[in-house]
């Protein structure tokens, strides 16, 4: 469990690197906000595409040498990025870097799921905790880093966890990361040459099918708001809320310790709570949450409704992934998870552009209230999912 833990730790890291260099490539790249939103746009469409691709390869091949060889990559990525002499170089730099990062949340969000069947949401929790608390650690060492060793030290420093990792997972000889098996079919079984049985069996499918789709769609809408705001946060606090350069990172580390706490309490509490009304709930409260924002309050609020963001974004995670293996019918693990992650990675790569686009024209406040508009909309799928449930949560 150990190695999963750390391995996650070290792959979040490359996750939210970018948004807290923003501020630097702004100026060193002469971008506008638009232009920033591209770079993370670029990023996370090659992250989302490795994703669709890892997660299918895993169900095939051995995810021991995915994950080793797709740290190693994104550590060889990152590291080169800090010393590109051009943005298009850059660019390059990080697109290798996104292969590699994508290998690993869609291999071993199915291995959780296939060796912890019976206290995977606690399990699960824990696993996101880890990641959420590198990203913290890494924003409060790099913020005070930052002014000493510039961008390009900081890059090294951040690869270096997943370089470890990398030969780490390549040497580790635990059966866990044998070939992750397929998910149970959720639909009515046919009984062989019985057409009533298989066209309710058709029917059935349908239904799983639709109900996935539905479920994929309160995703994009929920992430598209959240992703948005939080790969602005180190320049929205320097631009908006007023805050120095040097303690932006600090602000923004607020999200990910409210992350932490979701993450831990979601997962103690997921046997107690059915998941599509903790995700409805925390939605709610992300909608609120970003709407604030918008609102000209005194500057120390700011970093309290970040954390109260960071603790209902983490919430809803946990409960989106325990929910993805009843939705998802006959598709394998790791598919199921490499679908998962690359809509939300591709989601997450439209946002901060198209975020920025607002910015520039209507401002930082109109930008929140336009962005707290898809997450509310969520909540309308996430109630008729919940509605329309026909399984009891304890069998999820």
Known sequence: ?????????????????????????????????????????????????????????????????????????????????????????????ISITAVGVSTFHPVMYAIIDKVYPDNKGQVMGVYESYGTGAILLMYLVNGFLFQWIGIRGVMLITALPALIMGLAFLSSTDPAYAKVAKTADTGVSAKAGTGANVEADRKERLRTLRRFVLFLLGVILRVISVTAVVNFLPTIFVRYFGFMESSAAYGTAFYFAGGIAGCLVAGKLSKHFNYFAV?????????????????????????????????????????????????????????????????????????????GMVIDQAGFNKAFLVFSLPVALNIVLLTYLQRTDTVDRKAV
């Not at 939103?37 to 095939?60: E, H």
């Not at 709930?281 to 109260?308: G, H, N, Q, R, T």
């Not at 974004?313 to 998802?328: D, E, K, R, W, Y």
């Open 1 to 93: 469990m150990r190695l999963k833990l750390l391995g996650h730790s070290a792959n979040d890291l490359f996750w939210f690197i970018l948004p807290l260099v923003l501020p630097t490539l702004l100026i060193r790249y002469k971008l506008n906000y638009t232009q920033a939103g591209g770079i993370l746009t670029v990023y996370l469409v090659v992250t989302a595409a490795g994703s669709f691709v890892m997660g299918k390869l895993s169900d095939l091949f051995s995810p021991r040498k995915i994950l080793g060889f797709g740290f190693l990559l994104a550590a060889l990525g990152l590291a080169s990025s800090g010393f590109a002499p051009s943005l298009g170089l850059f660019l390059l730099a």
């Open 279 to 355: 995700l409805t709930v925390a939605s709610a409260l992300i909608a609120i949450s970003i709407l604030i924002f918008a609102l000209d309050l005194p500057k120390l609020v700011y970093p309290v409704m970040v954390a109260i963001l960071g603790f209902f974004g983490g919430a809803s995670v946990i409960n989106q992934n325990l929910l993805m293996p009843h939705l998802g019918g006959k598709l394998g693990k790791g598919e199921l998870f490499g679908i998962l992650m690359g809509v939300m990675t591709i989601t997450s790569a439209i946002s901060p552009t198209l975020f």
